[in-house]
């Protein structure tokens, strides 16, 4: 997945731009990493109860679609902040 940018020009953020997407980069981080903790633990609870299948299976799916929904959001934060457009 390899797209082109072009920055809309020159882009000068100040100290709090540059910490609230620093915030925004490490919320989305952190969600990240929150969902692949959810599917190692409903990955573990199938071995272990695997008459929970249908219940775990159902988080399981969840959780890329999550996961992908806040890399989105973050890179469109990041994208608008740096003034970057699809070439």
């Known amino acids: 997945m390899s797209a ?9 953020l100040n100290e709090e731009q ?18 692949l903790a959810i599917i190692v633990a409903a990955a573990e609870l199938l071995r272990m109860r695997p008459e929970s299948a249908a219940e775990r299976l159902q988080i399981l799916l969840e959780q890329p679609h999550r996961a992908s929904a806040a890399i989105t959001e973050f890179s469109r934060e990041f994208e608008s902040a740096f003034d970057l457009r699809r070439a």
Request: proline share 7%; hydrophobic share 30%; aromatic share 4%.
């Open 4 to 12: 082109n940018y072009t920055p809309g020009g020159p882009v000068t």
């Open 18 to 35: 540059i910490l609230a997407l620093h915030q925004k980069l490490r919320t989305m981080r952190h969600d990240v990493n929150g969902r």
